[in-house]
């Protein structure tokens, strides 16, 4: 039977930082009102009823010994939960390594004006009372601390935290962490929005609830809720989507943690089966049986002259794959649906790959992008959507003296009602990119 952690036996530590002195970390008005609405919302009797002295909020942290010294805090007086969360600038630094930027900050010296994330995660880590722990990260790159396997791999990967193996972690312990976004994503504070994208999504469901989710909220319930929202978050011209949505957990145990009361929720009685159900007529050919079919024939077509550029099938068991596929395939696989399968991926810059950016996948429910940060179209969209092959014209070095000359590179521009793309140098080998979207759109 489940049951909600101890409000009691529980501590919280909220930290943030939204005003930084150096001029490269942008500030962040939100954070501010992320730390008091989620304070506000973490005590409400009707949602999680935290006593009001159980939850530490830390707003302009000083020092790393301030947020380091709150978590020993927590974990000292707790007997059931510890909840630690974030929101500010995420610094990466070698893989597994994630710095919480403080106001004082500098970017080229993480190390010592930064907060380690490994400094917490060992004193959670090695908390061997408490019999559960939560960590959310509302920042850049705040995958960094689950990894960079796939999503079910991922899990296991965090029990790791930052370089100990899973046996180290008690059977019995409950180890969970949610991010905003994964190592090579930005996450998203947008402009006129009180709170920032992550925040606010997952505020909604606290207070809102789950519709059609069980009496109490598990963390992986919010991580499923989160991830459909933000799925749908309305982009604005000129800033970057929200940041994939991770979830780590060790033994799946996320499912076994519960936070909050699901104010959504309705006891009704099960609906009996109808006995003469209606038959669902089926389509004599699916939308991805098309355009698996049709890019079948590209993928003949363009590999035989240029293998890097062109587009590739995804196979169900790959043999031999070149090293630049296999992430674009693994990255992509981290995004889609139960029930979506890759079909095709096409990478335009092989060579500056980082993990899967620069890569379009071809799904069975739409297309998918990455600049790093995720974009989705489902097919049933793609009509209101246009593709244009624009060139332009830059300079690039000539010489070891800084001398420079044009060069006139060519960038697919795909625009449409929730988006404006500009791929940079994503036609430079030919325009049939555009071709197979247009031929793919007419499907639809």
């Known amino acids: 039977m489940p049951s909600l952690s101890d409000p009691a036996g529980s501590r919280v530590v909220l930290v943030g930082a939204h005003t930084y002195e150096h001029p490269g970390l942008k500030n962040v008005p939100a954070v501010a009102n992320n730390l008091n609405r989620l304070k506000k919302c973490l005590t409400d009797p009707s949602i999680w009823g935290l006593p009001e002295e159980n939850v530490k909020v830390i707003e302009q942290p000083a020092t790393q010994s301030e947020v380091v010294d709150a978590v020993v805090d927590a974990v000292k007086h707790a007997t059931d939960t510890v909840l630690f969360y974030y929101v500010g600038h995420g610094l990466p630094d070698r893989p597994k390594e994630l710095y919480l930027a403080l106001p004082t900050s500098l970017p080229g010296r ?13 004193k959670l880590r090695h908390a061997s009372h408490i019999p559960r722990v939560v960590v ?14 796939s999503e079910g791999d991922a899990a296991e990967e965090l029990g790791e935290l930052a370089g100990q193996t899973l046996d180290l972690l008690p059977p019995d312990r409950a180890y969970a962490v949610l991010v905003a976004a994964e190592s090579t994503e930005l996450a998203a504070a947008p402009q006129g929005r009180d709170l920032t994208a992550y925040t606010e999504t997952l505020l ?6 789950k519709p059609g989710g069980r009496s109490l909220l598990s963390l992986e319930a919010l991580h499923e809720y989160i991830r459909a929202e933000l799925r749908r978050w309305p982009l604005v011209e000129g800033e970057h989507p929200p940041g994939t949505p991770g979830l780590g957990s060790p033994r799946g145990s996320a499912g076994q943690v519960y936070i909050a009361k699901n104010r959504a929720f309705k006891q009704t ?15 004599s050919s699916s939308v991805a049986d098309l355009v698996r079919d049709y890019l079948t024939k590209q993928v003949q077509k363009e590999q035989k002259t240029y293998e890097e550029h062109a587009l590739h099938l995804v196979p169900a ?12 395939r693994e990255g992509h696989l ?9 079909i095709a991926l096409w990478i335009w810059n092989p060579f500056l790959i980082s993990k899967w950016q620069s890569s379009l996948a071809f799904t069975t429910h739409g297309i998918r992008i990455t600049l790093p940060n995720h974009y989705f179209i489902p097919y049933g969209e793609l009509q209101g959507y ?8 830059e300079r690039e070095p000539v010489g070891a003296n800084g001398g420079t000359m044009p060069r006139t590179v060519y960038d697919l521009l795909i625009s449409g009602p929730r988006m404006k793309l500009q791929l ?6 030919s325009s049939a990119p555009k071709q197979w979207l247009e031929d793919i759109q007419a499907y639809t």
Do not use: W
């Open 110 to 122: 993480r190390f010592d004006t930064t907060c380690r994330f490994e400094y917490i995660a060992d």
């Open 424 to 429: 940079a140098e994503a036609c430079k080998i």
């Open 386 to 393: 246009t593709f244009e092959v624009i060139s332009r014209t």
């Open 317 to 328: 068991r790959p043999v031999g794959e070149k090293r630049y596929l296999r992430l674009a």
């Open 136 to 149: 959310i990260l509302d920042c850049c790159y705040a995958g960094t601390v689950l990894g960079t396997l």
């Open 204 to 209: 909604k469901c606290l207070t809102d609830g």
């Open 269 to 283: 009685a099960p609906t009996p089966p109808d006995p003469n159900p209606e038959p669902v007529p089926q389509e």
């Open 334 to 342: 981290r995004k889609l649906e139960p029930s979506e399968d890759l």
